[in-house]
Structure formats: structure tokens, C-alpha cells
């Protein structure tokens, strides 16, 4: 699911056409369409994307160290922390299917 699909599904129908000053609101069925499911794909593709920069970044800064041992330490743990952070995602994910599937 987009962030724009994410949005217009919030969207609300507003019919007007009652006349004499009454307006109903119709909420079509796309907007009652979002759920915890919905919610945590989008959490966990904005967690992926950001641990995948990480990653991206680390690697250049251990690209660019130049064997010095402070620079390549501050890249190594920036490459553990975004390994960890997508295996934590892919744990998080596996875990909530599971449960969402069971009930």
C-alpha cells in the first residue's frame, strides 16, 4: 500500500444534494477499509526503508575510512545496527501475521 492510497482511502463522500439546508455524509467502503493490518505494512516498509539507507550509508562510510580505526568502527556498528534493525522488522513481521492470521 502508497502513502496516496493510505490517504484517499481516509476519504470521505459528502453528498449534498438533500436540499432545504440538510447534508448527509456518506463514508464510502474504502475508508473503512483501513485496519491494524494496513497500518503495520505501512510501518514496516518505512522501518525497512530507513534500515536499508542505513546500511547504504555504512557501507560507504567504511568505503571511505581509509583504515583509520575510528572511522571503520563507527561504520562497522552502523552496519550492525541496520542489519539488526531489518532482522528485527522481519521478526516483527513474521510474529504480527502470525497472530493477525490466528484470530
Do not use: C, H
Amino acid at each position: 500500500m502508497t502513502i496516496i492510497e493510505f490517504f484517499t482511502l481516509a476519504a470521505a463522500k459528502i453528498d449534498t444534494s438533500g436540499g432545504s439546508n440538510t447534508t448527509s455524509v456518506a463514508i464510502s467502503s474504502d475508508a473503512k477499509d483501513i485496519s491494524l493490518t494496513n497500518i503495520l505494512m505501512t510501518v514496516y516498509l518505512w522501518a525497512g526503508m530507513i534500515a536499508i539507507v542505513v546500511v547504504v550509508i555504512a557501507g560507504f562510510l567504511f568505503t571511505l575510512s581509509q583504515d583509520d580505526p575510528q572511522r571503520v568502527a563507527r561504520a562497522k556498528n552502523a552496519l550492525l545496527g541496520g542489519v539488526v534493525g531489518l532482522v528485527v522488522i522481519f521478526v516483527a513481521y513474521a510474529i504480527t501475521t502470525i497472530i493477525l492470521e490466528a484470530f
